[in-house]
């Protein structure tokens, strides 16, 4: 069985940081990263950064972000039709982020 990861994390300090939490996190573990894409806040939405998630086939998602882009991730990867793993930080926690999700769209996420 294949495990991989792919990472979509802000390109400021605090994805940077979590980036390197996960890479540490996953040493030894057999587990390997697919690819990562980064996003601005800035930018409308993450749907090209997951497309290009998705086509490395991934296990997993690990979502380095918070607030809309949380919603806007996951929105991504269930209209995609890619059924990964989905983790991400306790930015993307609040009921609030969760409700901007489209329906199902956050079930059976795992929050660390």
Not at 35 to 49: C, I, R, W
Not at 69 to 76: G, T, V
Request: aromatic content about 6%; hydrophobic content about 40%.
């Amino acid at each position: 069985m294949r495990r991989t990861v792919a990472i979509l994390r802000h390109t400021a300090a605090q994805g940077v940081g979590t980036l390197n939490a996960w890479t540490a996190a996953l040493k030894g573990t057999g587990i390997t990263i697919a690819k990562v894409e980064t996003f601005e806040n800035t930018d409308p939405n993450v749907n090209s950064q997951v497309t290009s998630l998705k086509a490395t086939g991934a296990d997993a998602f690990l979502g380095g972000m918070t607030g809309p882009k949380c919603a806007q991730a996951w929105n991504a990867i269930k209209k995609s039709g890619w059924h990964p793993l989905v983790v991400v930080g306790y930015g993307c926690q609040s009921r609030s982020t969760l409700g901007l999700s489209d329906p199902g769209a956050a079930d059976g996420l795992i929050s660390v």
